[in-house]
């Protein structure tokens, strides 16, 4: 999973940041610019529903897994 943030300053410019949860497991990453750093996934739904840091949620990447594939990972 993978969400990208805009920062927004004003109406012509901004800053992106993006939360990642590593492939197969249950780490995820805040990466901003050249800064990587730990999070949770908490603090990623938690970021997507303040609106006093002026984040928002811009694009969303996900994988669809089978229902198979979904019990097996349990």
């Known amino acids: 999973f993978l969400v990208v943030y805009h920062q927004v300053m004003h109406v012509e410019g ?3 940041t993006c939360d990642v949860r590593k492939a197969d497991s249950d780490i995820w990453l805040r990466i901003n610019d050249t800064v ?29 897994i089978s229902r198979k594939e979904s019990q097996r990972r349990r």
Do not use: M, Q, W
């Not at 990587?36 to 969303?60: A, G, M």
């Open 36 to 64: 990587i750093s730990y999070t949770t996934v908490k603090d990623v739904v938690d970021r997507n529903h303040r609106r006093d840091d002026h984040d928002c949620p811009y694009l969303l990447f996900y994988e669809l």
């Open 14 to 16: 901004g800053h992106y």
